[in-house]
């Protein structure tokens, strides 16, 4: 079976449609992978940087509670900024 020259050019017309749409494809699902792993790795950055967040909130919020008690703000001042009252000696150990 001979094929003629307008089989042969319709041929390699379809074969060179086919291989760059499969081109385009492969370059587009491409593009569209590397931008979904991107993602996750950016939700895994801001996962972790929440979880820190949380847990620093946790702390101030412990802190304002503290801070509420007029006895711990006595004994914070005393011992962050060596406030004593009269008649207190004040005796840094490191």
């Known amino acids: 079976m001979k094929r003629t020259k307008k089989q042969t050019k319709r041929l390699i017309l379809i074969s060179g449609s086919i291989i760059a ?3 385009l494809l492969v370059t587009s699902v491409s593009k569209d ?3 979904i792993l991107e993602n996750n790795k950016k939700i895994s950055q801001l996962t972790e940087e ?12 412990s802190e304002v509670t503290k801070l509420q008690d007029s006895d711990y703000v ?6 962050k900024f060596l406030y004593s009252q009269s008649g207190e000696t004040i005796i840094r150990m490191d």
């Open 21 to 23: 749409l499969l081109t």
């Open 33 to 35: 992978w590397t931008a």
């Open 50 to 61: 929440y979880e820190t967040l949380l847990t620093e909130e946790e702390k101030l919020k």
């Open 74 to 79: 006595a004994r914070y001042a005393k011992e």
